[in-house]
T-cell receptor, first 112, second 114 residues
Framework: SQQGEEDPQALSIQEGENATMNCSYKTSINNLQWYRQNSGRGLVHLIL?????REKHSGRLRVTLDTSKKSSSLLITASRAADTASYFCATVASGGYQKVTFGTGTKLQVIP | DGGITQSPKYLFRKEGQNVTLSCEQNLNHDAMYWYRQDPGQGLRLIYYSQIVNDFQKGDIAEGYSVSREKKESFPLTVTSAQKNPTAFYLCASSGYRGLSYEQYFGPGTRLTVT
């Protein structure tokens, strides 16, 4: 099964609203990353949060990490139609190899 | 410009043929990865490599093979043993630049086998 599971699977909001996506994982991690994918394209790295960090900001993005609950959330504030994409969380396991494991993704639609 | 290139963008093959997908990076990253993505699905790890001449199976390695003879290159061969090869294939690389961790994806190769 996937290391990361995103919730919800799909989300539809009006432009200007905030969008929140959640990710849960199962094993100890070194860091957690969020990616964006436009339809049929490669993935774009958005933000990385290390296991000893609790919150990180980048522009309109805010990521939180709760290692005790093995969960993370991605908040996109003041959404725009151009934010329409699929968003994936990915985890890098603790120790040894930098194996990156992806979740199933949240499909976000921002309606103008 | 630094980055990852994958070629070709679209690839069509007949069933029973092996096919090799190219992935090249000039980011000086040690680690490279191959993922498969099916429509509406997340990414599943096929193989990954931390250093030259070493690679590890991911979650769905059956029917695939890789090599890592050079740091810059990590080609993936989809063999005739892969039961459902039609998919979107993404290559990625990762590494530290100073204290910052980077991971980049290539644009992907869409493989169709008929």
């Amino acid at each position: 099964s996937q290391q990361g599971e995103e919730d919800p699977q799909a989300l539809s909001i009006q432009e200007g609203e905030n969008a929140t996506m959640n990710c849960s994982y199962k094993t100890s991690i070194n860091n957690l990353q969020w990616y964006r994918q436009n339809s049929g394209r490669g993935l774009v790295h958005l933000i990385l949060i290390r296991s000893n960090e609790r919150e990180k900001h980048s522009g309109r993005l805010r990521v939180t990490l709760d290692t005790s609950k093995k969960s993370s959330s991605l908040l996109i504030t003041a959404s725009r139609a151009a934010d329409t994409a699929s968003y994936f969380c990915a985890t890098v396991a603790s120790g040894g190899y930098q194996k990156v494991t992806f979740g199933t993704g949240t499909k976000l639609q921002v309606i103008p | 410009d630094g980055g990852i290139t994958q070629s070709p963008k679209y690839l069509f093959r007949k069933e029973g043929q092996n096919v090799t997908l190219s992935c090249e990076q000039n980011l000086n990253h040690d680690a490279m990865y191959w993922y498969r993505q099916d429509p509406g699905q997340g990414l599943r790890l096929i193989y990954y490599s931390q250093i030259v001449n070493d690679f590890q199976k991911g979650d769905i390695a059956e029917g695939y093979s890789v090599s890592r003879e050079k740091k810059e290159s990590f080609p993936l061969t989809v063999t005739s043993a892969q039961k459902n090869p039609t998919a979107f294939y993404l290559c990625a690389s990762s590494g530290y630049r100073g204290l910052s961790y980077e991971q980049y994806f290539g644009p992907g190769t869409r493989l169709t086998v008929t």
